[in-house]
């Protein structure tokens, strides 16, 4: 698994969010909430699990995926309110969110090391 791109996927929600914005699109928020949905997710609830749960570094990196999914549910439901501002402002250097993916490639990173890929 190249955990660097699987990462670059989830940051590209981002991206995706500044679109949605931009162009007022509705987004599935129930998704983007579920942290097994996404190549990385899928990665880390199977093969990662098989292989890697017991080494120290896969759970905070489980914990840190979640929460990148929390975070970011909640800025595609302010899109899907409408709340564009807020939206935009959810997504900004230093929120939650921006936190929460800086997490999580510090965990991949721990991961990668401890296990080797």
Request: with cysteine; aromatic share 10%; net charge positive.
């Amino acid at each position: 698994m190249d955990l660097r791109s699987v990462y670059e996927k989830d940051k590209e929600l981002k991206d995706k969010f500044i679109a949605a914005i931009e162009s007022k699109w509705q987004l599935d928020d129930s998704i983007i909430a579920k942290s097994d949905r996404c190549e990385l997710g899928a990665w880390l609830s199977g093969e990662a699990e098989r292989k890697y749960k017991f080494l120290k570094s896969y759970k905070p990196c489980i914990e840190a995926h979640d929460a990148f999914h929390v975070q970011a549910s909640k800025v595609a439901r302010q899109i899907n309110l409408g709340e564009y501002e807020s939206a935009k402002a959810m997504i900004a250097d230093g929120t939650p969110f921006y936190k929460s993916l800086a997490q999580l490639g510090v965990a991949l990173i721990a991961l990668k090391k401890d296990a080797k890929l």
